[in-house]
């Protein structure tokens, strides 16, 4: 029987098993969305902007592993989750975009709405497409689905003419794809991994330093053993954190620009670097002349672009982390079953990084009177511990809890690394949330970050979808003060926000509860009340607004040249202009 | 260095955009292009001319491959190859020099294909070597107009080996 390109849509959605979608209707797809209204299978989150959308379907397939969709109209609707695709492409998310378009008739014409969503969306799209006729849909959502989720996963646009929506053609969905210029590579290749192994067991020195490729290829499970067996500390980037969990005595969090010093120095001392699942970004190498000096690289990724575009790699592996892992783990046990032995060889290396660790740990100083930002996360921790997932925004908040959160379950660590979007931790809450009702979710953010999506309250308050934000309010936009102190002699150009709005009325007038709490006595007090409530929740944390995050590798410095702390001769003064000369009349850090 | 990269694509809507588009992206330079459909009517060919070091290649390679719609991807640099490209080349000929230009095309093997009383339309196709030296001999006359293809590409057939090598595989 024939079906119209809508209700192909939506049978092919149903194929593909997606239980939800988040968009906002339009013109152009009025009848997919007329379709979608009249059954149940697939449900329809309406946001409140198209950004939040494609936000939410990012927080879903994070936290999923499964591909989020977004389905927004042309023109504005699809420019308004372009931000969305560009984030979604740097950290490799498996997502399908629909967009709407003006028929077929009316492409090229600049016809009301219009917009060249294949051609903007393709610099950041993994793949995109335009149908052109109906009888080629339901074949090209399949091949979307396959392409976003398979290799290394990322966004694909698929763009839907109106008249392809209503009119018909016979319906079959196709169980195979047939794309002949693309097959990801599995397996890695036997000789390569047999000599990895052989490194592995004779380095003296080395560091496993795990990426965002750990957690799409699931490989939580081979990479603990792989760690476990050649007793070799971990590191992990922003992108890769809760693939190893940050308890384990292995563990040394995350490395780089606001890694740990433990971390950094081992890797800058590592004579083996063995790379799973990770892009040598630069916010990780700093300086890259002078990134591990003496390492030797074995390099799993199962993009080959990744390899060798910003270091050397000596050993490379093509593969999917979990594949590749699983074979040298085999080939490991069949070389060396003596676990002592290995045990002593690494010691030396474990005692130093200790003591790396015991020289310069995290640390901030709490007092009565102003609530510290750390602290606040440090709390949150103790309370929440293992359970829940957490959605972060970007800014300096963001890598205090990359810090201070030890993550201890795949997927429960959802943020933007690559683009850095501000605006984008609480869409993904509530997509996350969408996926697992029952689960603490919790989106830890700044006022910066947070009023660039805080639409999306509403959409909260109408699914009840009961997130938690910890909103850690310094009245700046902190990571950019931070900067501005170090390099720019404390002139704060535009990063203090002037007036804020009061977030507990804010999210009254949302219909949710909001908390706050002034003084640090009161932190935990606010953070069990909300963590407890049973709808979503906003916690408004007044914290000392010039704390910076350290440690840090200043930008074009080598990794073993952190900085620990404010330098000395900055602070007092910049501060005491700044007190100076705010709050001015009608502006405030603290909300009025 | 200079290299020449066939691209073995889908012959689709687009396709030519997105290799085009990685390489304004990404920096990466395109010294000449050429696309046209390959015998398989499914398929086209495009033949990019690019300069870059070892790395800067390597991660052109890779990117192409990247491509859905890429099927294959031949650095031809790297092989034993020929390549060609036709140059259209409009010069200005005054009657004493009409002579002149039809000596220099001859030398060339190339063709007047279009003639005016003040100009001749010269057609010569060769390696980048041939063509460059046309043109600079046309130049003294005054070029009027002058339009290149690009390179195109193809990889020799393995030589039938010479007697004296085949006795060399044999001892
Ligand atoms: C304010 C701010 C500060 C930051 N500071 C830091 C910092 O201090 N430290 C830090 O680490 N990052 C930091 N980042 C993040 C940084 O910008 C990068 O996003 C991050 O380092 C990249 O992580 P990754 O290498 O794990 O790569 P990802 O972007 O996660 O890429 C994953 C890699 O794995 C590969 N892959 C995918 N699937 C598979 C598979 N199945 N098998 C094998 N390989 C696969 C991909 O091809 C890719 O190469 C910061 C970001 C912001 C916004
Ligand atoms: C959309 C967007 N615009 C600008 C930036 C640049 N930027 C990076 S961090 C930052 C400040 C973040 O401020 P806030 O959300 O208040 O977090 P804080 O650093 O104070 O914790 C800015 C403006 C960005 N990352 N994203």
């Known amino acids: ?592 | 260095m200079e290299r020449i990269i066939s691209v073995l694509v889908e012959n689709k809507f687009g396709v030519l955009a997105r290799v085009a588009g990685l390489f304004s992206a990404r920096g990466y330079n395109i010294e000449s292009l050429s696309v046209a459909p390959t015998l398989d009517p499914t398929t086209s060919m495009i033949t990019i001319v690019t300069v870059g070091d070892d790395r800067i290649i390597e991660q052109i390679m890779k990117q192409l491959n990247k491509v859905v719609e890429v099927l294959k991807v031949v650095d031809m640099t790297e092989t034993s190859y020929l390549d060609r490209e036709t140059a259209l080349i409009k010069v200005h000929t005054r009657p004493e020099h009409r002579d002149e230009a039809m000596r220099i095309a001859d030398i060339f093997r190339a063709k007047i294909v279009d003639s005016s009383p003040t100009t001749y339309t010269i057609e010569v196709t060769g390696d980048v070597d041939k063509v460059e030296a046309l043109i600079n001999m046309l130049q003294p006359l005054g070029i009027k107009e002058l339009i290149r293809t690009g390179r195109v590409a193809i990889a020799r057939e393995a030589k039938v080996p010479s007697r004296r090598e085949s006795q060399a595989a044999k001892a």
């Open chain 1, 1 to 592: 029987m024939k079906k119209t390109g809508a209700e192909i849509f939506v049978e092919s959605l149903k194929q593909e098993g997606v239980k939800v979608l988040f968009g906002i209707p339009g013109g152009v797809v009025l009848k997919i969305f007329d379709v979608l209204h009249q059954q149940k299978d697939v449900e329809v989150v309406l946001t409140r902007h198209e950004q939040g959308a494609a936000h939410m379907a990012e927080g879903y397939a994070k936290a999923t592993g499964k591909v989020g969709v977004a389905l927004v109209t042309s023109g504005p609707g699809m420019t308004n989750i372009v931000t969305g695709l560009a984030d979604a492409y740097m950290d490799s998310v498996p997502m399908v975009a629909f967009t709407g378009q003006v028929s077929t008739n009316l492409i090229g014409n600049d016809a009301f709405q219009e917009a060249d969503n294949v051609g903007i969306s393709r610099p950041c799209t993994k793949h995109n497409v335009l149908v052109k006729d109906v009888r080629d849909l339901a074949r090209t959502i399949k091949e979307a689905f396959y392409i976003a989720r398979t290799g290394r996963p990322g966004p694909v646009l698929v763009d839907i003419p109106k008249d392809v929506s209503t009119e018909k053609a016979e319906f079959k969905y196709p169980d195979k794809v047939n794309l002949r210029g693309y097959s990801p590579t599995y397996d890695g290749d036997k000789h390569q991994i047999k000599q990895a192994a052989e490194e592995i067991l004779k380095a003296k020195k080395p560091v496993i330093y795990i990426g965002g490729g750990a957690l799409f290829s699931d490989a939580a499970h081979e990479i603990l053993e792989f760690a476990e067996m050649t007793q070799i500390p971990v590191t992990m980037t922003l992108m890769g954190l809760s693939a190893f969990p940050g308890g384990h005595s292995l563990s040394m969090g995350m490395l780089g620009m606001h890694g740990t010093y433990w971390s950094n120095m081992a890797m800058h001392y590592a004579d083996l670097v063995i790379a799973v699942g990770a892009r040598f970004d630069d916010r990780v190498t700093g300086k890259i002349p002078e990134f591990c000096p003496e390492a030797r690289f074995v390099h799993i990724d199962i993009d080959p672009t990744s390899i060798r575009k910003n270091v050397e790699a000596h050993i490379p592996i093509v593969g999917d982390v979990k594949t590749v892992l699983r074979q040298l783990n085999v080939v490991l046990r069949s070389m060396d079953g003596n676990q002592r032995e290995i045990k002593e060889l690494r010691r030396p290396w474990q005692k130093q990084i200790a003591e790396w660790k015991q020289a310069h740990p995290l640390k901030y100083h709490q007092d009565e009177k102003s609530t510290k930002p750390q602290y606040v996360i440090e709390e949150l921790y103790k309370l929440t511990h293992d359970k829940g997932i957490i959605a972060t925004d970007v800014g300096q908040h963001q890598m205090w809890a990359a810090q201070y959160f030890k993550g201890a379950k795949p997927r429960t660590w959802l943020t933007s690394g690559g683009l850095g979007t501000m605006g984008f931790g609480f869409p993904a809450a509530i997509g996350a949330q969408k996926a697992y009702p029952g689960e603490l979710v919790v989106c830890i953010t700044s006022e910066g970050s947070f009023q660039m999506n805080l639409q999306e309250l509403a959409t909260a308050a109408t699914y009840n979808l009961p997130v938690k934000i910890v909103l850690l309010n310094n009245g700046f936009h902190g990571m950019v003060r931070q900067w501005q102190d170090l390099f720019y002699d404390g002139r704060y150009a535009s990063s203090y926000l002037g007036k804020i709005p009061d977030f507990v009325k804010l999210a009254g007038a949302y219909g949710i509860r909001g908390l706050r709490a002034l003084k640090p006595a009161e932190v935990e007090p606010v953070l069990r009340e909300g963590l407890k409530h049973k709808g979503p929740v906003l916690m408004d944390f007044p914290v000392y607004p010039f704390e910076n995050c350290y440690p840090m590798i200043p930008a074009g410095a080598a990794q073993h040249e952190m900085v620990l702390e404010d330098p000395p001769k900055l602070t007092k003064a910049q501060r005491g202009r700044v007190a100076k000369k705010k709050p001015e009349e009608g502006e405030g850090v603290l909300p009025a």
